[in-house]
Nanobody, 121 residues
Framework: QVQLVESGGGLVQAGGSPRLSCAAS????????MSWYRQAPGKQRELVAR???????IYADSVKGRFTISRDNAKNTVSLQMNSLEPEDTAVYYC???????????????WGQGTLVTVSS
């Protein structure tokens, strides 16, 4: 079994710069893409940022230039540095990763439990 555990959410003032972290644990063989998604109240879950094993990244247009995703392959972690937060960034942020376990070479999609980020104006 593998799991993702997020940390770093909470109440932040507009313009703030919190950092979210996510750690993968369990019987991990390898991790492919790691991502952050978010779901705002009444809206669908959306991709915020993704980082591939070799380092390439993609970002949602709404966060380009403000958010930075990074990963530590040795520690099986992914982080999201968020700068210049706006009230519209209020959402539950979910960590996501494609993980192959020691038991299988098949990559399975794994989700974290989510961490709430509330941006006050």
């Amino acid at each position: 079994q593998v799991q993702l555990v997020e940390s770093g959410g909470g109440l932040v003032q507009a313009g703030g710069s919190p950092r979210l972290s996510c750690a993968a644990s369990g019987s991990i063989s390898s991790i492919s893409a790691m991502s952050w998604y978010r779901q705002a109240p009444g809206k669908q879950r959306e991709l915020v940022a993704r980082i591939f094993t070799g380092g390439p990244t993609i970002y949602a247009d709404s966060v380009k230039g403000r958010f930075t995703i990074s990963r530590d392959n040795a520690k099986n972690t992914v982080s999201l540095q968020m700068n210049s937060l706006e009230p519209e960034d209020t959402a539950v942020y979910y960590c996501n990763a494609w993980i192959a376990t020691m038991r299988s070479n098949t990559y399975l999609e794994v989700w974290g439990q989510g961490t709430l980020v509330t941006v006050s104006s």
